[in-house]
Structures are given as C-alpha cells and as structure tokens.
C-alpha cells in the first residue's frame, strides 16, 4: 500500500440490506444499496468494507446484487469481508470463532453471497481466545493457495496479537481495523495517560498503533463519523463545543463538517484509515473531499478539536 492511499476512506456496508431480523431483501433494499454504494464510487471510495454478519450477511447479499447487475464494477473495488463472529442463534449466545474449519466455512459463504471468486481482502473479526493460532494460519494460507483470498488483515486486535498471528503467518497482515474517532478516543489517550492516574481505566493497547505503522499495517477507523455526535446530534457539553469548533473549522475552510471530523483522524501520523458507515448518500457525498485530498488541520486545530472533544485539558 502506498502512503498516498494509508489514509484513503472506505466504504463501510454493515447499513446495507434492511433489517438485522430475519426479514429477507428486496427491490428496495437493493436500491438502497445501489445509491448508497453509488454515492461513494462518484467520492472516489473504491474500498468497500463487509462482514460475514451485517445483517444476517443480507450486507454481502445486496451488495452481491448490485456485482451481478454491473459487471464491470467488481473490476474497479476492492472487496473487503470479515469473518470470526457468529451472532446469537436460539439458546446459543454469540460467540467468536476461529477455528480452521469455521474460517474456511464462512469465507466460502461470503464468496457465494457477494457473488465473486476472490476477496481482495479478509479481516478476523475479534480475537478467539480457543483458537489455536497454527490451524487459524493454517486455513488463511489455505485460501490464499486456493485463491479465494488475496491479502489478511485482523480487525480489533492489539500488537501482541498481531504479532502473535504474523510469527505464523507467512503472508503480511496489512490492515487492522478498530473503533477510532474523535468521540471513541481511548487510541489516542492512552500515549498521554502514561503515567497517570486514569491510566488503568483507558484499556487500549499500548504500542499497536506504533507496531501497525513500523510494520506497514494500514489502520482502518471503524465509527469514523461518531454516529453523527459532531455533525448532527449532540448529547453533551463537550460535544457541543467540538461540534460548534468543527462547524467554525469547516467554514474557514470551506469544507464540510464531516470532512474536518475525517481529517482529524487522517493527520494522525499512524496515516488513519476512515470507514464511512452512512448510508445516507448525501451524508456520504458529504465526506468526498476527505477522499484524494490531504487533511488541512494544523497542529493547534488538531489539538484544539481533541481538548473540545475530552472536555478538559490534558494531562
């Protein structure tokens, strides 16, 4: 990956398909999809996140649709999934897997449900305590001989278990993707609470995103946009005061609010990756000039959204 694109936005399709019920896709949902996947093809995304559970895999499945519909658009994307969740099914509570077997088992059933041969990119959902990482490395350099995966990435993992699973692996991990934003913010706290008090209560892993960037592993935010707590709705006092700074920041630089809250991720030297979850097609269109442009936040203007953000000074 080059460092022009580390930062690139992707298009994140867990909105994608209708319910989280049992209900089935249709016309609608479909359409729904074709604006949403529309709107980020005319931004410039050409990355499209999923996973095996977005809706029951209803995600995968309309997004299928849309593949069989154009047959010239796989040609153009890069096909992301994920695999190692299984919802809660009867009596069983949710739980994660990554045994061997069970990673062979879903991608087959991602590749039948998106409607293509490869996936350019596989990421491991969550951690497995159980699994037994030589099997688990096993079966991904089974798929990738077999061809049915590209590349492999861990989603919500820490450095030891990256590193962990790479001892293992002959094929580079090249993304890990976490929850990051400017309201979601304990990667960033945790280098500043070193040495403090509040430093036991952060709980992010020290040290992972230092290890993704030494070992080239593109960082990808998942929740980029907070749920919309900067660009919409407001809870609290702290976030009304970044909302009303990142509208002050947008307007000087005559860009979207949307925009400055990407780029607040993209100025971070780890080269951040946003996942846009809307699929709301304005909301996406609102994002393009963070796709292709580099962030225009200075080091104060960064700061100063963090302090805003945290409601009091650092430490």
Same mark, same amino acid.
């Given at each position: !990956?080059t460092?022009t694109? %580390? ?6 399709? !867990?909105?994608l398909?209708g ?5 089935p896709y249709?016309? %609608?949902? *479909?359409?729904?999809?074709?604006a ?6 005319? *931004?410039? *995304?050409?990355?499209? $996140?999923?996973?095996?559970i977005?809706r /029951?895999?209803?995600?995968?499945a ?6 069989a519909?154009d047959s010239a658009?796989?040609?153009? *994307?890069t096909l ?8 809660a099914? &009867? ?5 994660? $897997?990554?045994r061997g @077997?069970?990673?062979?088992?879903r991608?087959?059933?991602s590749? @039948? ?10 990421l491991? /959902?969550?951690?497995?305590?159980? +699994?037994?990482p030589?099997?688990? %490395? ?5 798929l990738? +001989?077999? &061809?049915l ?5 861990v989603?919500? !993992?820490?450095? +030891?278990?990256?590193?962990a699973?790479?001892a ?5 991990i ?5 929850e990051m934003?400017?309201?979601?913010? $304990?990667?960033v706290?945790? &280098?500043?609470?070193?040495n =403090? ?5 952060? &709980?992010?892993p ?7 960037r030494? /070992?080239?592993?593109q ?6 946009l907070a749920?919309?707590r900067? @660009?919409?709705?407001?809870? @609290?006092?702290?976030e009304?005061?970044?909302a009303e ?10 860009? =979207?609010?949307e ?6 991720l993209?100025? /971070?030297p780890a ?6 979850? =809307? ?20 080091h ?7 302090i +805003?953000a945290?409601?009091k000074?650092l430490?």
């Open positions: !990956m460092e694109n %580390a930062s690139r936005p992707l298009y994140g399709c !867990m909105g398909g319910t989280w019920g049992p209900e249709g016309a %609608a949902e *479909i359409e729904a999809a074709e949403a996947v529309t709107a980020a093809l005319e *931004i410039g *995304i050409t990355t499209f $996140d999923h996973a095996d977005y /029951h895999g209803k995600s995968e309309v997004f299928g649709e849309l593949l519909r658009l796989r040609g153009r *994307i992301q999934t994920k695999c190692g969740i299984r919802l099914d &009867g009596d069983r509570p949710g739980i994660y $897997d990554l @077997t069970s990673v062979l088992r991608v087959e059933e590749l @039948t449900r998106l409607r293509t041969d490869v996936i350019d990119v596989l491991l /959902h969550r951690p497995d305590p159980l +699994a037994d030589d099997d688990l %490395a096993g079966a991904l350099v089974s990738h +001989a077999q &061809g995966v590209r590349r492999f990435g989603s919500n !993992m820490g450095a +030891a278990q990256i590193a699973l790479q293992r692996l002959g094929l580079p090249v993304a890990n993707q976490l934003s400017l309201h979601k913010r $304990d990667w706290e945790a &280098g500043v609470l070193l =403090t008090p509040a430093a036991a209560a952060n &709980g992010f020290l040290g992972t995103l230092e290890h993704c030494d /070992h080239g592993i960082v990808q935010a998942w929740g980029a749920q919309g900067f @660009t919409g709705r407001q809870e @609290t006092p702290q009304r005061a970044a700074l990142l509208a002050v920041l947008a307007e000087r630089k005559q860009v =979207t609010p925009t400055v809250l990407l780029w607040w993209q100025r /971070h080269r951040i990756a946003p996942v846009i979850g =809307t699929s709301d097609p304005a909301r996406i269109r609102a994002c393009g000039q963070a796709v292709g442009r580099p962030p225009e936040l200075d104060e203007e960064w700061y100063a959204l963090w +805003a945290r409601g000074p430490p």
